[in-house]
Nanobody, 126 residues
């Protein structure tokens, strides 16, 4: 069973950095396509980045390219999101998600994911 727990959120000044982690307690992590989404009140969940099961394909939304880096450690069953040059508009609850998909195409819609974490708050002050 997949159980996702995010950590690493917090308050940071504009231009600062944070690293989010998403840990899976299950035994199938290495077979899953993993993703990060973010959500602000009153808005739909927004795709941020995803990584396929063997790290051969990475996908980013345009607004975070060059600033955020997604990675994973299958031996530890953990996914990361390194966020640099943070902006106030990056403020959101960040959620990790897992999809039972082993292809090479990106998964950018929330309905393409089977499991979700509870989320971690990221607040960027100006």
């Amino acid at each position: 069973q997949v159980q996702l727990v995010e950590s690493g959120g917090g308050l940071v000044q504009s231009g600062g950095s944070l690293r989010l982690s998403c840990a899976d307690s299950g035994r199938t992590f290495s077979t899953l396509h993993m993703g990060w989404f973010r959500q602000t009140p009153g808005k739909e969940r927004e795709f941020v980045a995803s990584i396929n099961w063997d790290e051969s394909r990475l996908f980013y939304t345009e607004s975070v390219k060059g600033r955020f880096t997604i990675s994973r450690d299958n031996a530890k069953a953990v996914m990361y999101l390194q966020m640099n040059s943070l902006k106030p508009e990056d403020t959101a609850v960040y959620l990790c998600a897992a999809a039972t998909y082993r292809g090479t195409r990106g998964r950018i819609r929330p309905d393409e994911y089977n499991y979700w974490g509870q989320g971690t708050q990221v607040t960027v002050s100006s």
